[in-house]
């Protein structure tokens, strides 16, 4: 058991190698990435507060008004997570995959294939992490946030961004060409942005709608983010973040199994 816990963690330590090397570009060209993060937001606040905000003024959340401009805030703040681990995940990884022949040149070195997939996954749940930090610094900054239960949300989107990321590695390693990454985009991801509760409570939807809704895992991770966002954390938390960690565990083995496949050939 010594020396399979030994293995692991040396497993564990290379790939943050593998991962270090992503932070270190992102690192060289930080002034353009962070501005959509930042910018996003205040122009969702911007178009729902003078608009759709002015008509509708407060929802029901879990039985109680919110103002629909907090309500969408705390949504906004998970779409970056999921848009930005997951296309870290499929696009950046089949770029320097494909392209940029990255991960071919580190395949050289005592990397493993299944250590440099997992600095994919950690790298575009740190994408994920970095995008909902930023954007949820915007939104307290813009008063949209409570204090202190939202100071709990850092780890909550690191959960978030690896649920999408490692779903964006695995992704990668079905489609055949970048542009078939537009399929999983258009079948899953913005059918979440929609209809996961993000612009909406949930319960105005039709009954099987809202069962389809309940095992999407954006639900899930919004779910978590608004209940800190607005202040109000209950019981049931417990219960996304299991669904959430069972994504995770279901996506991990395909995402090593399909891109090893690419890359050891």
């Known amino acids: 058991m010594g020396a399979s816990a030994a293995r692991s963690s040396l497993s564990v330590r290379r790939a943050l190698r593998y991962w270090r090397r992503n932070l270190e570009v992102f690192l060289a060209t930080w002034k353009t990435t962070v501005l959509p993060p930042i910018f996003e937001p205040i122009l969702y606040v911007i178009a729902f507060g003078g608009g759709v905000g002015m008509l509708v003024g407060s929802v029901l959340y879990r039985g109680e008004e919110v103002p629909y401009l907090a309500f969408v805030a705390s949504g906004m703040i998970t779409v970056g997570v999921m848009f930005w681990a997951f296309f870290e995940g499929t696009y950046s990884t089949f770029v320097r995959f494909r392209y940029q022949r990255t991960l071919e040149a580190v395949m050289s070195t005592p990397l493993s294939p299944d250590e440099i997939i997992l600095g994919e996954i950690l790298w575009a749940a740190t994408k994920g992490l970095i995008a909902g930090t930023l954007t949820s610094a915007v939104v307290g900054a813009l008063g949209l946030l409570s204090f202190p239960s939202s100071l709990l949300l850092p780890p909550v989107l690191a959960l978030g961004g690896l649920v999408f990321g490692v779903m964006g590695v695995c992704a990668c390693g079905l489609v055949p060409n970048i542009n078939a990454v537009n399929v999983p985009t258009f079948l899953l991801i913005m059918p979440m942005y929609l ?60 995402a090593l199994r399909l891109m090893r496949r690419r890359l050891v050939k």
């Not at 319960?203 to 991770?221: E, G, K, N, R």
């Not at 109000?232 to 991990?252: C, D, K, S, W």
């Open 195 to 254: 209809f996961s509760g993000t612009f909406f409570p949930l319960d105005l939807m039709p009954p099987w709608a809202q069962a389809i809704a309940s095992v999407l895992p954006l639900t899930h991770l919004v779910e978590l983010t608004r209940a800190l966002a607005l202040g109000r954390p209950h019981a049931g938390l417990a219960q996304n973040v299991l669904v959430l960690a069972a994504y995770i565990a279901a996506f991990y083995v395909p």
